[in-house]
């Protein structure tokens, strides 16, 4: 059983926008700003999409978008393409001996 | 730009033990933090712990006594040790690190390419 939880699918058609939220706690989401999201497609290293709730690294499509709201954040996709179709993991700071928590991914799949 | 290269995979008896190696190059290896993490078949990101630039080691309640991180600076190469293995401890091992020269400490900016470990009889 994973730290934060996640939907365990969602899906969305071509061009439209999907929602995954991931839930925690006061320990975790709810206490630090350090929420991050990782992409990973089929057989490959997971990559980061988001990070610090609502930052994006150089390089990733501002259509990844992320928010928190008390101990719940979520990763929107807008614009969903193809490529998009993945799981995503969202992970989360939990104090010093818990520093990396993760939650069970979304599989998303575009339609 | 920091890479990290992992040993080969490997096939390992219940009771056995493994050692997982994650050799960097590029950047200067000690301003790293290399956390592990594995994902099991067909599961999420775990975190099994980390060892700091300066050599000290963390890990996760879960693997307490049974995991050893450890670094070896002239090769460039921090070690995974995990002692005991049973049938659960199937998965994928990763190791990781964050940018030292990025604003985000709490980003898993480099990875290696994973090392898969079976435990079978």
């Known amino acids: 059983q994973s730290a934060l939880t996640q939907p365990p699918s969602a899906s969305g058609s071509l061009g439209q926008s999907v929602t995954i939220s991931c839930t925690g706690t006061?320990?975790?989401?709810?206490?630090?700003?350090?929420v991050s999201w990782y992409q990973q497609h089929p057989g490959k290293v997971p990559k980061l999409i988001i990070y610090e709730v609502s930052q994006r690294p150089s390089g990733v499509p501002d259509r990844f978008s992320g928010s928190q709201s008390d101990n719940v954040a979520s990763l929107i996709v807008s614009g969903l393409q193809a490529d998009d179709e993945a799981v995503y993991y969202c992970?989360?700071?939990?104090?010093?001996?818990?520093?990396?928590?993760f939650g069970g991914g979304t599989k998303l799949t575009v339609l | 730009q920091m890479q990290l290269e992992q040993s080969g995979a490997e096939v390992m008896k219940p009771g056995s033990s493994v050692k997982v190696a994650c050799e960097a190059s590029g950047g200067t290896f000690n301003t790293y933090t290399l956390i592990w993490l594995r994902q099991a078949p067909g599961q999420g990101l775990e975190w099994m712990g980390e060892i700091s630039p300066l050599g000290a080691s963390k890990y996760a309640q879960k693997f307490q006594g049974r995991v050893t991180i450890s670094a070896d600076d002239s090769s460039r190469t921090v070690y995974m040790e995990v002692t005991n293995l049973q049938f659960e401890d199937t998965a994928m091992y990763y190791c990781?690190?964050?940018?030292?020269?990025?604003?985000?400490?709490?980003?898993?900016?480099?990875w290696g390419q994973g090392t898969p470990i079976t435990v079978s009889s």
């Open positions: 990781a690190s964050p940018n030292p020269y990025s604003s985000c400490w709490h980003c898993l900016d480099f």
């Open positions: 006061s320990s975790d989401i709810g206490g630090f700003t350090y």
């Open positions: 992970c989360a700071y939990g104090g010093t001996t818990n520093p990396w928590l």
